[in-house]
């Protein structure tokens, strides 16, 4: 406790040579010809400092945003609070060609921002904000141009994060969410399609305010695809699109079918490939057989190609075939042929190919050798004879006749005159 002063007669006095920045309580007490009386009351703690002010005015201000009946105004705290703390602001306005402003919030606002609603659509204003500290009001920050009430229009605008992900793998049986966060003015409708199909049953789309999603549990491989979000309002469009694979097992290959039975033993098959390889690729096909009349699928062969020749086949027997897709996931639904094939020799008519052989005749020199070289067709070999007029043609010195498969060919040596095959 120090005594600051002789006793003074007045209710006032100022206090000098304190210490800067230091804090002080201060008491005041009575004095008489009978002494001193009680002390008053300690004061609230005062610094020794400058005296304080009011704040100066926010730095900047401008509109942020604007609706038909509404403005919404951002500013920046004032460089200088006047050495005290900032209590709030105060917002004024005037209307049109006005001259007296109008206080807008009857309480101080705390934040940086305000949004003055209850305007008249079309209608322009003027704005300016003063802090506020225990001092008092303090100078005022005008928008450098009047603000119209009006609705904003603004193209949808899509925000994209971290989190985003365009394309999504899943597992069959699994679940996935394709999501994106959009803006615009007024708010966009949202529409999800996919490319080439319908939306699965187990679809479902989730729209807010600025954010829209599509669902789909239980994934299968039909689900896999490109699937694309349509955004739209009155002053534009934005489309995004998302790639969805799931990881199954194959679909089953198209139209088995029999190219060729031959051979007294062989079944040539063949097939399409799926309609959709289950998200990866399609490792090989496993074909598999069944004598008609039981009930035991036996595999006979895998492939990577579209055809595949059963062989060692008993003949007479009629057989059922089926073949199914693989990929890394596993094994497709089989495909069976629409009928059983039974295995014999076909019949297929005999025919001679004589294309070669213009107008079927043939001119040789007397004494020398002509060759006549006729290809054959037919199931069973077709059996081969020569005739010469009515009268049939044997191997000899002079007439050589050979058979192959495919070919008949009769060689006659010294021909004496011309001859007609």
């Not at 005015?57 to 919404?72: G, H």
């Not at 008609?292 to 086949?313: A, F, P, Q, S």
């Not at 007397?366 to 049939?392: C, H, N, Q, Y």
């Amino acid at each position: 406790q120090t005594k600051l002063s002789s006793p003074i007669v007045e209710c006032a006095n100022k206090v000098l040579h304190l210490t800067e920045d230091m804090e002080y309580e201060f008491r005041v007490m009575a004095l008489n010809d009978a002494g001193v009386g009680a002390p008053s009351n300690i004061s609230l703690p005062i610094k020794a400092t400058e005296p304080k002010d009011i704040p100066c005015a926010p730095s900047v201000i401008c509109v942020s945003d604007s609706t038909n009946t509404s403005i919404s105004l951002e500013w920046t705290r004032p460089a200088d609070d006047g050495g005290m703390e900032i209590t709030g602001y105060i917002v004024e306005m005037v209307k049109g060609e006005d001259e007296e402003w109008k206080r807008v919030n009857e309480e101080l606002v705390p934040e940086t921002n305000y949004i003055v609603t209850g305007l008249q659509t079309g209608a322009e204003y003027k704005f300016r904000v003063a802090a506020v500290n225990h001092v008092g009001r303090g100078e005022d920050k005008e928008i450098p141009e009047p603000a119209q009430a009006v609705d904003r229009l603004m193209p949808p605008q899509v925000d994209i994060d971290a989190t985003f992900k365009q394309t999504h793998i899943v597992k069959a049986g699994g679940s996935a969410c394709l999501g994106i966060h959009f803006r615009g003015k007024p708010i966009p409708t949202a529409t999800w399609v996919k490319e080439e199909g319908e939306l699965g049953v187990m679809s479902e789309i989730t729209t807010t305010e600025g954010y829209t999603s599509l669902s789909i549990e239980s994934c299968s491989r039909n689900d896999t695809g490109k699937y694309t979000v349509n955004l739209e309002n009155a002053s534009g469009s934005k489309s995004i699109t998302f790639t969805l694979k799931v990881m199954d097992t194959p679909g089953a290959p198209q139209a088995v079918a029999f190219k060729e039975v031959s051979r007294d033993n062989s079944v040539l098959l063949g097939w399409l490939k799926p309609e959709h390889d289950g998200g990866s690729r399609i490792q090989c096909y496993v074909i598999e057989a069944k004598p008609k009349g039981t009930d035991k699928w036996v595999v006979v062969g895998n492939t990577k190609n579209l055809t595949y020749m059963v062989e060692k086949l008993n003949k007479g027997d009629e057989y059922d075939f089926r073949v199914k897709a693989k990929n890394e996931s596993g094994y497709s639904q089989p495909r069976e042929t629409l009928t059983s094939a039974l295995v014999k020799e076909p019949h297929i008519e005999p025919a001679a190919d004589l294309s070669d052989i213009a107008n079927q005749l043939i001119t040789c020199r007397s004494g020398s050798t002509f060759i006549i070289d006729v290809p054959i067709s037919g199931r069973p070999a077709p059996k081969v004879s020569w005739k010469l007029e009515e009268m049939r043609l044997k191997s000899s010195d002079r007439v050589s006749i050979k058979v192959t498969k495919e070919r008949a060919m009769k060689e006659k040596d010294k021909i004496f005159k011309n001859s007609k095959a």
